[in-house]
C-alpha cells in the first residue's frame, strides 16, 4: 500500500551539532535573542509501497551515519535530544527543486534495484531551547530559517510536539492526468487594456511593443497561413509568450541598442546604439591590430586563443532579481547558469575557473525592513553559500572575486558569476568555435526535467523588484545534475556527435530553440515530449520555463542514437523534441496540435526604441576631511573596513584549487594571509603558458562621472592582470553593467535622462579606453533594471560596472604576487600620484567631497604596463601590488600583511616631487600605480628599464615587523604588522560568525 | 616493461579527476579515467589494473552525507552479468590491488567500510568523517605530519608534508575509545595534522575539521588501501604552493632549495614503486 513514512535523523545528542550551533548564534546576533541550543534534525518522507522492514533498512543502512548519528522512523527523534522549548520544520513548497530528496529517491531506487514510484521529500528540524513566545519563534522563522517563497513551516512547543508525537506527515500532492491548455488572446481591446495584459502576465511589453505584436496579426498572409496549421486569426498564449521572452530587454538589450538623444549643456547628439558603436565599435578598432580574437559577441561566451591547440571561452553573467527574492538560489542559478554559456559556446568547452564579484547593501543596517527586503547581512550569507554550492559542487575553482559593500545594494545585490572554458582549437578537424543547425537536424534537450520554476525570469528581471514580482522566478540549482550533463556533453563533443549546442537559460526553449532555429532557418518543436518534473503544466509554460541545468542540441539523426545511448550510459536525462527546419517558421506542436506559428523574422526584429539623455554634472563642492585622529588609526580604520577588509572567510569557503591548474590563488605569502591582484591557471598539463583573471570595479566614482568611473574600472582591470604577470598586449575584457533605471518616466523615474547620460557616458569612458590599450571586449552583459520599488520606498543601485579582464601569461614560472619576500628589498612606486581624491575611500570614509575623480592617463599608463611586464619577464621584481582603493597606504599595509615583514617607507621624495600632502600622497587612488619591491642588486637593471617613466623610492621592506611611515627624520605613523594583519583579517570573520584562527 | 596501469573513477559529482589522473601519469603510471558505470558493465576489468583511485569531488553533491549515495551504488549495483561491484572490488584488494581514496574518495571508502577494517571487519562502518567542527567547507594549506612505522606503502619515507585541504566533511570520529585505541594500536593512522612544531594539534585551523587524535589519513591493515582528507594531486610541483613566489625569492637570493616537486607527488610515487 502506498503510504508516508518519516525519518528522522539527528546527531547523537553527545556529539556536537556544528549547524545547529551556527543558526544559534545567528538568532542571537541577528535578532538579539538568548539561546541555550539549536539541534537540528533532518526528515526525510518517503512515499511509497515499501514495506517497514526495508524503510527500517533505508534509515539505518543508508541514511543513518552508525558513528555519528540516531534515527527513528515514525516517531520524533527530538523526544531522545536533550530538552527544547520550540521546534520547527522547514519543508520546501511542492515542486521547488529538493535535491536531497531526489538523490535520496535515487538511492532508494538503488537499494530496492528497481526504480518503484517510491519518491523522498526533504525537511530540516529545529529544536531550539530559549525561553521565547510564539511571535519570536516566528520571527526567527521569517528571518533566520526558512523564505516563504520557497519553504513553508511548522511551528510546535514542545508539549505538542510531545502530545502529538512530533510533527505530522506533510503530504504531497500533484495533478494527474492533467490536459495541457492553450487559450487565445483577444488583442483587439483599448491601449488601457492592451498595456494591463502585458502587466498581470509579467510580459514587461511596452504599449508600442504590443501594438506591434498585434499588427502581426492583420497581415492577411499570416493569417492564411495560420489557418493552413489549424490555428485562428488571434494569437495564442503560447505565441504572446515567446514573443514577450524574445523583445525582453534581458535577452534583446533594447536599452543598450536603443537611439539616444544625448544633451549636455548646448550640445545635442544621436548615439544609435551604445553596443554597436562603443562596445563592438571599439573591439572593431581594436581587432585589425590583434590576432587573438577567435569569437566575439557572436556566442554565448566571447573567444580568445591560448595557444596553438587551446582557445579560452569566458562569460560573466549577472543575477540580480532572482537573488533579491532568494539569495542561495538566486547565486546558485547564478553561477551554474553562467557555466553553461562558455560550456555551450562552439561546440561547447570544459569549465576550468570560476570569479565572482558581488555587491551588498550595508551588512551592519539596522531598522525595520521594507516589504520583500532581506536584511543584506541575510542576503550576504545565502549569495555566498550559492556560489559555493554552485563552484565547489561542479569542481571549478574560484581564483578571482571581489565584494563591495554600500547601502544602494540593499534592494538588489548585484550578484556577478563568471566562468572561463577551455576547448581544443579544432575537433576532429572542425573548427571548434562554429556551430550550425542543419535543417532535419534532431533538437535533442538534455539534462534537468522542466517544472514551473523560473518562469517569467527573462521578463521579471526586466522590471524593478516590484509587490507583484512573480515567485516563480525563483528556483534552486541543481549543480550535480549539471556536472553530470556537461561530463557527458564533453564526450559527446569530442566524438562530433551534435553540430550544435546551447543553454536553455533565460526564456527556456523559447529562447534556445528560438536562437537555434536562426541557424537552421526554422523548427518544429513537440512540447509533450517534454520531461516534466510533474504533470499540470499548459504549453506557454513547458515553453517558457527556465528549469535549470539544461542544454539544446542539434543532433545530425545518424547520431542521435548514439547521442542518447551517451546520454544513457552516464545517467543522464536526454530526449529528442522535433527537428530544425528550413519553413521561416518557429513551429511549436502540442500532443499533435500546433500551439505556436510566428514567422522567426517577425519573432526576432526589432522595434526601434528612441530614448532622451541628459547631462548636468554634479556640482561638489572641495572639502578635504579632517580626521582628527593619528595616522596610525586612520591606517587601521582604512584596513578594517568593510570594503577593504580580507574576503578570507568567503575565499576558503571557495575551493580555488580544484583542477590543479591554479597557481596564483586568491590568498598569498607563507600564511595565505595576503590579497591577489588576480588569479592565474596554468590550464595545460606540462605547459607553463597561463591566464590571468582580474576585475575592475568601483561604483563609488559614478557619484561624480560614469566617464570617469567607466575609464578607472577598465584600467583597474588591466592593471591587476599586469600585475600578477599578464602580457598588457594580449589582454580581453569583458564588460558587465548594472544600472538603475535609465528609461524616463515621470512619475516611476524621473531621473531616468540622467542615469541615461550617465550611462552613455559610461560606455564611451569603456569605449575610449579600451581603443587605447589596445584590450578588446569581447563579450558582456547589460542589466538594466536595478530598482527596487514598493509603494513610495525606491532603491536604486549606483551606476556600476564590472570590468574583467583575461590576459595571457606567456610564463607562470615568472608570475609575481604583491607580499613582500625578503628584509633589505627596495621600494618603488611607479605611475604619477595626483590630487583627485572625490569618492576615494579616504573621503568617503572621514567625510570629504570633490568633484576631482581620478583620470585615466591612457598613453602613458600603458608604456608603464609595458615596462612593468618587461620587468616581469626578466624577473626583477620580488612583489608587485597594483594600488586602488586606499591608495598608497592601503597597498603598503597589504604587502606587508601577505608578506609578514615591514617597511619603511619615506614619503620625502614622493611629497616633493608631487606637491601633495601627506594624506593626499597616501590615499590618492590615481589610476595607473603599482608599488615594488626589488632585490637592490637588480635596481641599475631595473632603471635601465624604467628609463623616463615616473619611478620614486619609497623605502625599504624590513624584517622588524613594524611598517613605519616617515617623512625624512620625521615619524608619520608606526604599526605593528601583525596588528594590522589582525584588523585586516577580522572584520569579515566578525560579521557571518565564523572562526578565524 | 609495459607500465602498470592506474584507473581513476569519475562519475557523478567526482570532479579531481583530471588531475588525479595527470598525477598518476607524471610519476609512471599509465593512467585511465573511467565512468563508474563503464565499470561496472564489466567489474572484472578492475583485474587489469595495478592502482584504483577515488578522487576528490562532490560525488551526489553530499546530497545525503559525503560518500553516502556513491557507496551505496558500489555497494547495491549489480553489473549486466549480476555480480555485484563491491564483491570484485574486494577481491582486487586481495589480489594486491592498490586503493586510493582522496577526499570525497576517501569518504566513500569509510562508508563501504573498506577504512579502516580494524580487525579484518571489512564492509562494516567503523569511523565517520563528519561535518568539519566550524560548520563550513575549507580551502586551506596544512601540515601533516607521518605516523612512522605505519603500514601503508603510500607514506614510505614520508616525514613533514604541506598539502591543501577542500572539504566540508573531514572531520574523523570514532564512536568509542575502544574503537579510537583499535586504531591507533594496530597503526592505520597514517598522517596527522600537525602544528609548526610538527605536534599533532586539536587547534583550529591548523587541525582543519577537528579530526579526533588530529586523523587526516588511514589505510587497511594490508597498508594497501589509503585514504586523506588532504589533496596530494593538488600538490604535485613547486607551482601549487600557495607561497611558491617567496621560495623562488628567497631560494635566488640566499640559495634556500627550492623545491621542484610538491608533497603529494611522494604518494603517488610510493604507489608507483609498488606497482612495478
Same mark, same amino acid.
Not at chain 2, 43 to 50: A, H, N, S, T, V
Not at chain 2, 261 to 265: A, E, Y
Given at each position: 500500500m502506498v503510504r508516508y513514512s518519516r525519518i528522522e535523523i539527528s546527531i547523537k545528542p553527545d556529539r556536537e551539532d556544528p549547524s545547529g550551533h551556527h543558526t544559534a548564534w545567528e538568532i542571537e546576533s541577528t535578532l538579539g535573542y538568548r539561546v541555550q541550543g539549536v539541534r537540528t534534525v533532518t526528515v526525510y518522507t518517503v512515499y511509497s509501497d515499501l514495506s517497514d522492514e526495508q524503510i527500517g533498512t533505508f534509515a &539505518?543502512?543508508?541514511?543513518?551515519? *552508525? +558513528?555519528?548519528s540516531m534515527y527513528s522512523v515514525d516517531s520524533p527523534v527530538g523526544l531522545k535530544l536533550p530538552p527544547f522549548s520550540w521546534a520547527a520544520e522547514v519543508s520546501f513548497k511542492l515542486g521547488v527543486t529538493d535535491n536531497v530528496g531526489h538523490t535520496a529517491t535515487e538511492v532508494l531506487s538503488m537499494m530496492t534495484g528497481e526504480e518503484n514510484g517510491s519518491r523522498v521529500y526533504k525537511s530540516t528540524q529545529y529544536l531550539i531551547d530559549a525561553a521565547l513566545e510564539r511571535e519570536q519563534v516566528e520571527r526567527i522563522g521569517e528571518e533566520i530559517l526558512y523564505n516563504s517563497l520557497i519553504e513553508e513551516i511548522d511551528i510546535l512547543g514542545f508539549d505538542e510536539y510531545r502530545a502529538h508525537g512530533g510533527f505530522p506527515v506533510r503530504e504531497r500532492h500533484y495533478i494527474e492526468d492533467y490536459s495541457p491548455q492553450t487559450e487565445e488572446i483577444d488583442l483587439r481591446v483599448p491601449d488601457e487594456t492592451l498595456k494591463s495584459i502585458s502587466d498581470e502576465r509579467t510580459l514587461a511589453l511596452t504599449l508600442d511593443e504590443m501594438k506591434y505584436f498585434r499588427s502581426y496579426y492583420e497581415r492577411d498572409d499570416v493569417i492564411e497561413a495560420r489557418i493552413r496549421v489549424g490555428l485562428g486569426a488571434l494569437p495564442t498564449d503560447v505565441e504572446l509568450e515567446a514573443f514577450a521572452q524574445t523583445q525582453s530587454e534581458h535577452c534583446k538589450h533594447k536599452i543598450f541598442n536603443a537611439t539616444i538623444a544625448y544633451r549636455e549643456g548646448g550640445k545635442r547628439e544621436t548615439v544609435r546604439s551604445l553596443f554597436k558603436t562603443y562596445i563592438r565599435g571599439a573591439t572593431e578598432k581594436i581587432a585589425e591590430r590583434k590576432n587573438f580574437l577567435v569569437s566575439v559577441f557572436e556566442d554565448n561566451a566571447g573567444v580568445i586563443e591560448f595557444n596553438d591547440r587551446y582557445n579560452l571561452a569566458f562569460k560573466v553573467e549577472t543575477h540580480n532579481s532572482p537573488s533579491a527574492l532568494d539569495p542561495y538560489g538566486g547565486s546558485i542559478t547564478g553561477i551554474v547558469g553562467c557555466d553553461r554559456d562558455p560550456a555551450g559556446t562552439g561546440l561547447g568547452s570544459r569549465l576550468i575557473a570560476h570569479t565572482d564579484v558581488l555587491c551588498f547593501g550595508d551588512p551592519t543596517m539596522e531598522g525595520e525592513l521594507p516589504p520583500r527586503m532581506m536584511h543584506p547581512k541575510r542576503v550576504m550569507e545565502g549569495v555566498v553559500k550559492g556560489i559555493e554550492d554552485g563552484g565547489n559542487k561542479c569542481g571549478i575553482p574560484t581564483i578571482n572575486g571581489a565584494v563591495i559593500f554600500n547601502d544602494s545594494y540593499r534592494g538588489k545585490p548585484l550578484v556577478f558569476c563568471g566562468s572561463v572554458g577551455i576547448m581544443p582549437r579544432s575537433i576532429r578537424g572542425a573548427p571548434s568555435h562554429v556551430k550550425e543547425a542543419r535543417p532535419g537536424d534532431i533538437i535533442v534537450m538534455t539534462g534537468g526535467r522542466i517544472g514551473k520554476d523560473g518562469i517569467h525570469g527573462a521578463t521579471f528581471s526586466s522590471e524593478e523588484i516590484s509587490e507583484s514580482s512573480p515567485v516563480q522566478a525563483v528556483q534552486i540549482g541543481d549543480p550535480i545534475t549539471q556536472k553530470k550533463m556537461l561530463d557527458m556533453i564533453v564526450e559527446a563533443r569530442d566524438r562530433l556527435l551534435y553540430r550544435a549546442i546551447t543553454d536553455n537559460g533565460a526564456g527556456g526553449l523559447s529562447s534556445s530553440v528560438g536562437e537555434m532555429a536562426q541557424l537552421a532557418g526554422g523548427a518544429y518543436l513537440e512540447l509533450e515530449k517534454a520531461p516534466l518534473k510533474y504533470p499540470g503544466l499548459d504549453p506557454w509554460e513547458i515553453l517558457l520555463s527556465e528549469a535549470q541545468e539544461r542544454m539544446t542540441l542539434a543532433v545530425p539523426p545518424d547520431n542521435l542514437d548514439d547521442f542518447l545511448e551517451l546520454a544513457r550510459r552516464r545517467d543522464v536525462l536526454a530526449l529528442p523534441m522535433g527537428k530544425f527546419t528550413d519553413t521561416g517558421y518557429f513551429h511549436v506542436t502540442c500532443e499533435g496540435r500546433t500551439v505556436c506559428y510566428l514567422e522567426l523574422s517577425f519573432l526576432h526584429s526589432s522595434i526601434p526604441m528612441t530614448l532622451d539623455a541628459r547631462w548636468d554634472p554634479p556640482k561638489l563642492a572641495e572639502n578635504a576631511p579632517s580626521t582628527g585622529k593619528p595616522l596610525e588609526h586612520v591606517f587601521m580604520e582604512m584596513i578594517s573596513d568593510l570594503n577593504t577588509c580580507s574576503r578570507e572567510p568567503i575565499i576558503r569557503r571557495y575551493d580555488h584549487e580544484v583542477g590543479g591548474n591554479a597557481v596564483l590563488k586568491p590568498l598569498i605569502g607563507a600564511d595565505e594571509a595576503g590579497p591577489s591582484d588576480g588569479g592565474v591557471i @596554468? *590550464? +595545460? @598539463?606540462? &605547459?607553463y603558458r597561463g591566464f590571468a583573471l582580474a576585475a575592475g570595479i568601483n561604483p563609488f566614482y559614478s557619484e561624480i562621472d560614469t566617464y570617469h568611473m567607466a575609464a578607472n574600472v577598465v584600467d583597474e582591470a588591466i592593471r591587476n592582470a599586469v600585475s600578477v604577470g599578464a602580457d598588457p598586449d594580449r589582454i580581453a575584457l569583458l564588460d558587465n553593467f548594472c544600472w538603475p533605471d535609465p528609461v524616463y518616466d515621470h512619475a516611476k523615474t524621473p531621473d531616468g535622462r540622467h542615469k541615461l547620460a550617465q550611462l552613455v557616458r559610461a560606455v564611451r569612458g569603456c569605449h575610449d579606453t579600451a581603443v587605447a590599450y589596445g584590450t578588446p571586449f569581447i563579450s558582456g552583459k547589460d542589466s538594466m533594471k536595478n530598482d527596487y520599488k514598493i509603494g513610495e520606498h525606491k532603491v536604486s543601485v549606483l551606476p556600476t560596472i564590472l570590468v574583467s579582464a583575461i590576459g595571457i601569461v606567456p610564463d607562470i614560472r615568472m608570475c609575481v604576487t604583491s607580499d613582500f619576500k625578503c628584509p633589505g628589498d627596495s621600494l618603488y612606486l611607479l605611475g604619477l600620484t595626483r590630487r583627485e581624491l572625490g569618492q576615494s575611500l579616504f573621503y568617503r570614509m572621514y567625510g570629504g567631497t570633490s568633484g576631482s575623480v581620478p583620470k585615466v592617463h591612457r598613453d602613458a599608463n600603458l608604456k608603464l604596463y609595458r615596462v612593468y611586464h618587461e620587468l616581469v619577464r626578466q624577473g626583477l621584481l620580488a612583489s608587485g601590488h597594483d594600488l586602488s582603493e586606499g591608495g598608497l597606504a592601503v597597498a603598503l599595509m597589504e604587502s606587508c600583511i601577505g608578506g609578514g615583514l615591514g617597511a619603511a617607507a619615506d614619503l620625502s621624495t614622493l611629497l616633493g616631487e608631487s606637491g601633495l600632502s601627506v594624506e593626499e600622497a597616501l590615499f590618492s587612488e590615481s589610476a595607473g600605480r603599482f608599488v615594488v619591491s626589488l632585490d637592490p642588486k637588480n635596481e641599475k637593471r631595473f632603471f635601465s628599464i624604467v628609463g623616463e617613466l615616473p619611478v620614486v623610492k619609497v623605502g625599504t621592506v624590513t624584517g622588524d615587523s613594524t611598517l613605519e611611515v616617515r617623512e625624512g627624520e620625521k615619524s608619520l605613523a608606526s604599526l605593528a604588522v601583525e596588528e594590522i594583519t589582525r584588523c585586516f583579517r577580522e572584520s569579515l570573520y566578525r560579521l557571518l560568525g565564523m572562526e578565524k584562527g | 616493461m609495459a607500465k602498470p596501469r592506474a584507473l581513476i573513477l569519475t562519475g557523478y559529482g567526482i570532479n579531481c579527476d583530471y588531475e588525479t589522473t595527470h598525477a598518476c601519469d607524471t610519476v609512471g603510471f599509465k593512467a585511465y579515467r573511467l565512468h563508474l558505470n563503464d565499470v561496472l558493465v564489466k567489474?572484472? #576489468?578492475?583485474? =587489469?589494473?595495478?592502482l584504483v583511485v577515488f578522487p576528490g569531488g562532490f560525488s551526489y553533491g553530499d546530497d545525503l552525507g559525503s560518500g553516502v549515495a556513491y557507496s551505496s551504488k558500489i555497494r547495491f549495483s549489480r553489473s549486466e552479468? #549480476? #555480480?555485484?561491484l563491491y564483491e570484485t572490488f574486494m577481491e582486487y584488494v586481495e589480489r594486491d590491488g592498490l586503493v586510493l581514496g582522496i577526499c570525497n574518495g576517501f569518504q566513500i571508502l569509510v562508508r563501504l567500510g573498506i577504512l579502516p577494517a580494524i580487525e579484518n571487519s571489512y564492509g562494516e562502518q567503523q569511523v565517520t568523517l563528519a561535518p568539519n567542527r566550524e560548520g563550513y567547507f575549507i580551502n586551506r594549506w596544512v601540515e601533516l605530519v607521518t605516523q612512522q612505522d605505519n603500514p601503508s606503502i603510500f607514506t614510505r619515507g614520508l616525514g613533514r608534508i604541506r598539502l591543501p585541504v577542500r572539504h566540508g566533511e573531514g572531520r574523523l570520529l570514532v564512536p568509542d575509545e575502544e574503537l579510537l585505541q583499535g586504531l591507533e594500536q594496530n597503526r592505520h593512522v597514517c598522517i596527522r595534522y600537525c602544528d609548526r612544531e610538527g605536534k599533532p594539534t586539536q587547534s583550529f585551523p591548523q587541525n582543519p575539521n577537528g579530526s579526533q587524535n588530529a586523523i587526516a589519513g588511514i589505510c587497511d591493515p594490508t597498508g594497501r588501501v589509503f585514504g586523506l582528507m588532504p589533496h596530494p594531486e593538488a600538490a604535485m610541483t613547486l607551482y601549487h604552493f600557495p607561497d611558491w613566489t617567496g621560495m623562488r625569492e628567497r631560494a635566488n637570493r640566499c640559495g634556500e632549495e627550492l623545491p621542484t616537486? #610538491? =608533497?603529494?607527488?611522494a604518494i603517488f610515487r610510493n604507489a608507483f614503486e609498488y606497482a612495478s
Open positions: &539505518s543502512e543508508v541514511l543513518c551515519d *552508525p +558513528v555519528l @596554468a *590550464p +595545460v @598539463a606540462g &605547459s | 567489474p572484472e #576489468g578492475l583485474f =587489469d589494473y595495478r552479468n #549480476g #555480480g555485484r616537486k #610538491g =608533497d603529494g607527488h
